[in-house]
């Protein structure tokens, strides 16, 4: 353990040869890809316990004002929570079926996974934007474009009423407290969204990138981090989908 | 030091690459859930309804750890990782929601 040996061992590592991708503080390649694993990991875990805390607020009002959440939960389509959820996990499919186009070398295959994920992604935001629309119309966006009197009177807006005439009159303390469904259903709806565009974002710098011919040299470690990303996003839509939608349904 | 440890170990968690046979049948799997919590949702089963649905959720996700996510195929400290992280979140939730579920708070 003299300093000695350690300077031979430093000198002997920079003639070692390793490819191009590998930075020099790692040992071997196989170590830089488990340490960049291991820190992938590290950070989704710090994402999963951030959800967590949505997860539990939403629990615990439900549990006080379950009336008022089961109503309010009557609110969203069922239709389109579950269109999103088939073009959510079609896109975590198609992701990861980049990663092994990566893995493979194959760029063509790659690129056009990445693509696939990329217009999936989108599809799940367009799905996204009808809904949030419908709420916008209906006054039900907490602090914005909020009126109880929406629920407690739907007739009051006529245009809306026509529009959405299934709409039942709930009696006033409950209708104020489906202001705290909305408002966790934003919160948590609107942060997977955040992390659905900041995806998709990365996803188009990717397909340039690949499209260059950059994953499909050996070096797969940002694709497959990437896809991580992207199947935790997927995951928390996978617990949002029956949380929001179903529960209260039947 | 480190040469010692550069042994046959290191090689154990070769670069393990998923089958896209093994993919397609998640893919089919997770389709056949979404369906099945979307058909469980409308049958009235009393409390029953949101332990059914996170049932399946939570198998969905357990699926997609796995497989999508490689953690099957993973070192050992990935998967120590993964599952003290998944355990730590399990015993947040679970003693907060035991609290609140178990007081009278909120019932004035």
């Known amino acids: 353990m003299s300093d000695s040996t350690a300077i031979a061992h430093g000198t002997a590592e920079a003639h070692h040869e390793h490819p191009p991708y590998q930075r020099h503080h790692f040992e071997t390649i196989a170590q830089q890809n488990d340490a960049t694993n291991f820190a992938m990991w590290l950070f989704l875990l710090t994402e999963i316990m951030f959800f967590g805390g949505l997860f539990t607020a939403y629990l615990i009002y439900r549990n006080w004002y379950y009336p008022a959440f089961v109503a309010a939960s009557h609110q969203l389509d069922i239709f389109w929570g579950s269109l999103n959820t088939l073009l959510l996990i079609t896109s975590s499919f198609t992701m990861a079926m980049g990663v092994w186009c990566a893995e493979l070398r194959k760029k063509s295959g790659l690129v056009l996974c990445l693509v696939l994920t990329f217009i999936l992604g989108l599809g799940f935001l367009g799905v996204k934007t009808v809904e949030y629309r419908e709420k916008w119309e209906k006054h039900h966006i907490p602090g914005l474009h909020y009126s109880v009197s929406s629920f407690v009177d739907p007739a009051s807006d006529p245009e809306v009423h026509d529009k959405y005439p299934k709409d039942q009159p709930l009696a006033l303390d409950m209708a104020r407290h489906t202001e705290l469904y909305f408002f966790l259903y934003f919160a948590m709806t609107g942060m997977h969204a955040v992390h659905m565009i900041i995806g998709i974002a990365i996803l188009a710098f990717m397909i340039a990138k690949a499209q260059a011919g950059a994953y499909t040299t050996g070096h797969v470690t940002f694709v497959e981090n990437f896809g991580l990303y992207w199947h935790f996003v997927d995951i928390v839509w996978i617990f949002l989908f029956p949380l929001l939608y179903l529960i209260s349904r039947h | ?108």
């Open chain 2, 1 to 108: 030091m480190s040469e010692v440890q550069d042994g046959p170990e290191q090689h154990e968690h070769e670069h393990h690459i998923v089958s896209p046979i093994i993919y397609v049948i998640i893919l089919c799997a997770l389709l056949v859930g979404t369906g099945l919590t979307v058909w469980a949702s409308f049958i009235d089963l009393g409390p029953f309804n949101p332990i059914i649905a996170l049932a399946i959720a939570c198998t969905k996700a357990v699926l997609v750890v796995l497989f999508f996510m490689h953690v099957k195929y993973s070192s050992k400290l990935t998967k120590l990782t993964v599952g003290a992280g998944f355990f730590t979140f399990l015993v947040l939730i679970g003693m907060t929601l035991a609290d609140y579920f178990t007081r009278a708070w909120g019932r004035w």
